[in-house]
């Protein structure tokens, strides 16, 4: 495994602590933190995030990571022992959200498939 790779495993790990234990905001109380990626030069990290909730309530916890994001790049740099942490960028992640919305039209596609079957047998 690459550096930015290995990095980028114990980052996730430790920003998931932050955030889940450090940071008191109740808007973060739905926040998981599903992956972090790592650029070449280690400078920059997207930190993925699932946040459970509506629009609205997605849009606050995002707001409230991005405010978080100096605190929480201190806190990795302190607890791994980091003289340079990369620059947290906090992305939304959303491949669970496209994967619900894929299974609901496949199942709408489905039931459609289902009543013309038995239109046909009907008719």
Request: charged fraction near 30%.
């Amino acid at each position: 495994m690459r550096r930015p790779e290995r990095l980028a495993e114990v980052l996730r790990e430790e920003i998931m602590e932050i955030v889940g234990y450090e940071l008191d905001d109740p808007r973060l109380l739905s926040c998981t933190v599903t992956e972090v990626t790592v650029s070449e030069n280690q400078r920059d990290a997207k930190v993925y995030v699932l946040v459970e909730g509506n629009e609205v309530e997605i849009k606050e916890a995002m707001k409230a990571l991005q405010h978080a994001a100096t605190f929480v790049k201190q806190q990795v740099a302190l607890n791994l022992n980091l003289h340079h942490a990369p620059h947290l960028h906090f992305v939304r992640d959303t491949v669970e959200e496209n994967a619900a919305r894929i299974e609901r039209l496949l199942g709408e596609i489905s039931q459609g498939e289902n009543l013309k079957k038995e239109e046909m047998d009907n008719g």
